[in-house]
């Protein structure tokens, strides 16, 4: 903001001012909000600053990352408000009509403050039938680091791509014992990576407005049902799962499709505890979230098996 220069006021009056002064005066004021509004620069980092403050720290009765006496609306400065756009490019199969299965993501549009991370395992196991033939028993002998959970997909020497963790059979939970997976294989005894990107983590306490849509397909030949439900650092999210209908296949080559679409407020209490996972389960075999390539005549943008939208609404928790 520059100087504002003088302007001339009305001259000071021993009794009641006359109509012409007081259109002196408003002239006069008039001149100086003139010279306010056009002259006033924001100071960029300064509101950067502002802004950033709004998240930064800890205290205040949201009770950790955010600065209690600035919070509320500030529209000179702005809001940073955590926010994310995930999907995933790829098809989710069912690993079984007993099993849980999550949601993955690995296409993030954009993350500020919410962030798609991994559930991660390093442990020794061979692959056979249980008698030395190519089979789908994982026998883990051996867990360096991390957790074992359904769903990861695995890595290793001699191990086929895309191969999945589909239930644990015996042993110590998530630990060494015997697993089954959904490809027959041969696998030496070797060191495998586990991996299953679906933990939504939140940078900070609050609300936040979820929204996702899967687009669910049925390769079977007959109906089925498919369950989608919410958990909160693995334990499920109390009246949170919804029920679909699955068609039946069109066709042996062309499958039927459900578009699932749900919306909720999601707590987050210890943003260091606590995290989004979407599961989901079908009584059908050939139920599976289906991602479908870009298309031609006309060019067509592709289908994304999962969109999920999630963005901070409140500080405040009831």
């Not at 890595?155 to 630990?175: D, F």
């Not at 983590?201 to 397909?217: E, I, K, T």
């Amino acid at each position: 903001m520059s100087k504002i220069f003088n302007v001339r006021l009305p001259n000071a009056a021993t009794q009641g001012y006359s109509p012409e002064q007081f259109d002196q005066l408003v002239r006069s004021l008039e001149q100086v909000i003139f010279q306010l509004n056009n002259t006033y620069t924001p100071i960029v980092s300064d509101n950067i600053a502002a802004a950033g403050s709004w998240f930064s720290g800890g205290g205040g009765s949201a009770g950790g990352g955010f600065a209690g006496t600035t919070r509320g609306f500030q529209p000179s400065t702005g809001i940073l408000l955590p926010y994310a756009m995930l999907m995933s490019e790829e098809d989710q199969a069912n690993i079984g009509t007993t099993s849980e299965n999550f949601i993955t993501f690995d296409s993030p549009i954009f993350e500020y403050g919410i962030e798609v991370q991994s559930h991660e395992a390093v442990f020794t196991g061979e692959i056979d039938d249980g008698s030395g033939l190519a089979g789908t028993v994982l026998d883990v002998t051996v867990v360096t680091s991390g957790t074992i959970l359904t769903g990861m997909t695995i890595s290793g020497t001699g191990v086929t791509a895309g191969t999945r963790i589909v239930a644990q059979v015996s042993g110590t939970t998530g630990g060494v014992g015997i697993y089954t997976v959904d490809t027959s294989q041969l696998v030496a005894s070797t060191t495998i990576n586990g991996s299953r990107a679906s933990k939504i983590q939140f940078d900070y306490p609050g609300q936040y407005l979820v929204n996702f849509r899967v687009q669910a397909s049925n390769q079977d030949n007959a109906v089925g049902e498919l369950e989608i439900w919410t958990k909160n650092a693995g334990v499920n999210y109390p009246l949170s799962n919804t029920r679909f209908d699955l068609l039946a296949r069109k066709s042996a080559s062309i499958w039927s499709h459900t578009v699932p679409a749900i919306s909720g407020i999601f707590t987050v209490n210890d943003a260091t505890t606590e995290y989004l996972e979407i599961a989901w389960w079908s009584d059908r075999a050939g139920a599976f979230l289906e991602y479908y390539p870009a298309g031609t005549s006309p060019t067509r943008p592709a289908i994304a098996s999962v969109i999920m939208t999630l963005a901070f609404i409140s500080a405040e928790m009831y």
